[in-house]
């Protein structure tokens, strides 16, 4: 099974510092993810997305041109 380049992101308080996975196998929604702190969030949505600089990731460790998934993160 093949790593899949995703985005992870929440709009919580509590895990916005959170340093999150950058790769991930075959995430769906209701998965659990975990962050390099050991806490754990559920995934709420899944987005497909492409990197190119409109998006403002350019700055981040993925390349323009990268197609990636976005997912956005619950607390469990």
């Not at 895990?15 to 209701?30: A, D, I, S």
């Not at 350019?58 to 323009?64: D, L």
Request: glycine share 6%; proline share 3%.
């Amino acid at each position: 099974m093949e790593l899949i380049k995703v985005r992870c992101h929440t709009n919580l308080d509590e895990g916005h510092r959170e340093e999150w996975p950058t790769h991930l196998y075959n995430p769906k929604v209701g998965d659990f993810v975990r962050a390099k702190s050991g806490r754990t969030f559920k995934i709420h949505r899944i987005t497909h997305l492409y990197n190119d600089t409109a998006l403002g990731l350019a700055h981040t460790q993925y390349n323009v041109g990268d197609v990636m998934l976005e997912i956005e993160l619950y607390h469990k």
